[in-house]
């Protein structure tokens, strides 16, 4: 069955650091990738969308890798901040076109160090 | 509105009873989804519609949830007799069209509790 795998203990780093969150994925061919933030009560925020022929992405602050032969992308935050202390989760689209089902993962806990 | 907007922020009902959970979603979005979040997990999905019409709801646990979108806009999600394992944050979500590079916007979720 298909399975997505995150960092299932809480990310502790300094603040002005890079954080890395790892996103691994089996029995899936996902045509796009996408990342979302999350804060407590509140519903997902979407951050970035990757597609499966691209080898990575950039935003501001942040970086998604995707790598469809390992089944993983990374996402990475530069110099972080303690407002960037959430929860982010990736998720996998099919992309087949017309509907499109979104799978989610379990999501990593950032907590930024001042 | 500005929002997807979700209706009642929580909810706390008795084991056996029926609930009704309502989502607003963005004005003019034609994709609408539902997903249950657990504590500690990612949110799972239950039902798409597209437009007035339930695309896939695979995701539905059991012929206890059912949800409706009558005119294509607003949605509820019905859960009868509810059970503790219901308990959950009920998460709304809508995208202009079902495209993957259309931006899903969530509301902020309901929480319901069954005690």
């Known amino acids: 069955s298909q399975k997505i795998e995150q960092n299932s203990e809480a990310l502790n780093i300094q603040e002005g650091k890079t954080a890395t969150l790892t996103c691994n994925y089996t029995?899936?061919?996902?045509?796009?990738l996408q990342w979302y933030r999350q804060d407590p009560g509140r519903g997902p925020v979407f951050l970035l969308l990757?597609?499966?022929?691209?080898k990575e992405k950039r935003k501001e602050r942040l970086k998604v890798t995707f790598d469809t032969t390992l089944k993983q992308s990374l996402f990475h935050i530069t110099a972080s901040q303690p407002a960037d202390s959430a929860t982010y989760l990736c998720?996998?689209?099919?992309?087949?076109?017309?509907?499109?089902?979104?799978?989610f993962g379990t999501g990593t806990k950032l907590q930024v160090i001042p | 509105g500005a929002g997807v907007s979700q209706t009642p922020s929580n909810k706390v009902t008795e084991k056996g009873k029926y609930v009704e959970l309502r989502c607003d979603p963005i004005?003019?979005?034609?994709?609408l989804y539902w997903y249950r979040q657990s504590l500690g997990q990612g949110p799972e999905f239950l039902i798409y519609?597209?437009?007035?019409?339930?695309?896939?709801d695979s995701g539905l646990p059991n012929d206890r949830f059912f949800a409706v979108r009558p005119e294509g806009s607003v949605s509820t999600l019905k859960i009868q007799r509810t059970e503790r394992g219901d308990s959950a944050v009920y998460l709304c979500?809508?995208?202009?069209?079902?495209?993957?590079?259309?931006?899903?916007?969530f509301g902020p979720g309901t929480r319901l509790t069954v005690l």
């Open positions: 979500a809508s995208r202009e069209s079902p495209l993957a590079t259309d931006t899903q916007y």
């Open positions: 029995n899936y061919s996902p045509a796009y």
């Open positions: 990757i597609r499966e022929n691209e």
């Open positions: 998720a996998l689209d099919g992309g087949s076109g017309g509907y499109q089902k979104v799978t």
């Open positions: 004005s003019g979005h034609t994709a």
């Open positions: 519609f597209q437009g007035t019409g339930a695309a896939d």
